[in-house]
C-alpha cells in the first residue's frame, strides 16, 4: 500500500484497521496536517493508533504523553510495540475500589457482667472506599495490566471474577474512606479465642461505659485476607449498594 492512495481521512481509518499497514504509513497518517484533531474521527484513529502492532514506539510514547485519554494509554502498555521504560517514567496511577469489605480489631477493655475486667477486642467488618497510588515501573508493570484487565472486564458485566489484596503490587500511599450504614462488631475475642456473649452482653454495652474501646484504635490486621472486588454477587453492607471501581492515570 502507497501513502498516496490514501486520499482522505476516511481511507486513512480503513488503512488503520488493517493489521499488515506498515508503520512508516502509520507513521504518515499521524503526521500528516490534514489529521482532525479534536474531532470524534481522530479519537478512533487515536484508538486504532494505540492498538496497532506496528505503530512506531515514538508515536506511542507521544500518544501516552500527549493526547491519549486513559483507556487509550491503557491499549499503549499492552501494545508489544510499546517501549514501556521511557513511557512510563515518572507516571503514577491509582485504583479505587468502592464497597470493600474490610476486617478489622477494635482493641480496648470490656468490664463483664460479674464486675471482672478484661483487655480483648471486638472482631468485625466495615465497609470502605479504598484507593492504593502506584509508582509504574518495570517491576510492577505487569501486575497492573493484570489487574486493570481484571477491572475492564467487570465493567463490562463479567461475573465470577475477583481481586484480591494480596494481588497488588507494593503501592506508595493508600486512603480509606468508611462510608458504612453500620459497622458490626459484636464478637469479643480475648487473644484468639472467642468469648461468649452471656458474660458481657449488653444492649447499652457501647454507651454505658462498659467498652473503653474506640474507633481510633481499630487495628487492620486481616488486609492480606482481603477481597477488594467479587463480581460474584454483592456482599455490601449498605441496603442499596452502588459498587464501583476506577482507575486514572497521574
Known sequence: ???SSLTDFDSKLSALKDPNLPGDIIDKIVMDDDFPWGSEKAEVAKDLIASHNNTPP??????????ANKKQKYKILRNPSCKIDSIIEDVNLFISFDNVLREYD???SLKFL???VNSGYFKGLSEEKVTYY?????????EIQKIL???ERIKTGEKNIKIHFTELPEYFD??????SYETSGDKFY???SEIDKKLYFSEDIFESGRWDGNYSTQQYDYDDKMILVDSTDSKSLSPSPVPSLDWDFE
Open 1 to 3: 500500500m502507497e501513502y
Open 58 to 67: 515514538e508515536q506511542l510514547e507521544n500518544l501516552f504523553k500527549n493526547a
Open 106 to 108: 477494635e482493641r480496648g
Open 114 to 116: 460479674d464486675g471482672s
Open 134 to 142: 502506584f509508582d509504574l515501573n518495570n517491576e510492577n508493570i505487569d
Open 149 to 151: 484487565e481484571k477491572i
Open 174 to 179: 493508600e486512603e480509606y474512606d468508611s462510608h
Open 190 to 192: 480475648i487473644e484468639d
